[in-house]
């Protein structure tokens, strides 16, 4: 079969006399993937994140919360103390529980808000612990 290509087969390529030269760069780029579907790959993404569902607390669970809060007022605590609280996911259903540890500045009765000395507010139907239990005294909050 190469016979009938003996002729040609030393030949220089032939080249456009219409276009330059494409560089080793551009001709790559031509084979390079493409996203035929822009964004699938963020969704599917989102999909698979997982959440968490809030627990539900018992009013047993919220009495100690808001005595600890209470204690928390009256006292004056300058200790760090230790919080767990559901963040809301802002895309989908469900959201994670956050572990923090911080020093108590106040906390809003009309808004139902605690701030930390961070900055970071957080409403009391978000609360799930504050510790920890060493700063409380076993009659006050358990």
Request: hydrophobic share 35%.
């Amino acid at each position: 079969m190469m016979e009938n290509y003996s002729d040609i087969i030393n030949l220089s390529r032939p080249e456009s006399k219409n276009r330059n030269h494409m560089s080793i760069l551009n001709r790559a780029a031509q084979f390079a993937p493409f996203a035929a579907l822009t964004g699938y790959a963020a969704a599917v993404s989102e999909t698979g994140r997982l959440t968490e569902k809030k627990h539900e607390l018992s009013s047993d669970e919220i009495a100690i919360i808001e005595r600890r809060i209470n204690f928390l007022i009256e006292n004056g605590i300058n200790e760090k103390i230790q919080i767990k609280y559901f963040k809301k996911d802002e895309r989908k259903l469900g959201g994670k529980y956050l572990e923090i540890e911080d020093s108590f500045k106040k906390f809003d009765d009309l808004n139902l808000v605690l701030t930390l000395e961070s900055g970071l507010q957080i409403n009391f139907e978000d609360l799930y612990y504050i510790g920890p239990e060493e700063i409380f005294e076993a009659d006050c909050c358990d």
